[in-house]
């Protein structure tokens, strides 16, 4: 019974990471817990409605680093809206100047994600819900961050 209050306690001090999957449409939001073990889908929002979100987010929640997916192509190079992106990108970094902002590659996540709603048992109008996949997709990235940390290579 201790230990668990003292890893609850440990637990509330700890800094979540925010991870968010960039669209012209669409924007997937995804979080770990605050041990920074597990991510976990949050909300899919419009462009619009997505840095309003996550500064409220910020002000109820600690977050200690925002990951945002940078499409590339199979040989590297940028691919999708890259100058809606760097605005986004900006605007982020702008917002939250104490927070580390981190950019990943997406490369497959789209993929990633709908292949693990197959698995997961989603049904075909579940699959086709891009708001879903949008969420999905900012759990792979938030997820290959977090791997990619254990390893040193962030």
Sequence with gaps: MVFWH???SFALDMARVLSVDFG???IGIAVT???Q???NPLKTLT???ALPFIKSYVQKEKVETIVIGEPKHLDGTSSGPQESLMNFVRAVEKAFPTIKVVRV????????????????GASK???QDKSL???MSAVIILQSYLEQKAFGNV
Excluded: H, V, W, Y
């Design 125 to 127: 109008k579940q699959r």
């Design 24 to 26: 012209t449409k669409r």
């Design 133 to 135: 996949l949008d969420t």
């Design 37 to 39: 073990m597990i991510a």
């Design 105 to 120: 590659d997406e490369r497959f996540t789209s993929k990633l994600a709908f292949n693990a709603l197959i698995e997961g």
């Design 33 to 35: 817990d605050p041990l």
């Design 47 to 49: 462009n619009d409605e």
């Design 6 to 8: 003292l890893c609850k």
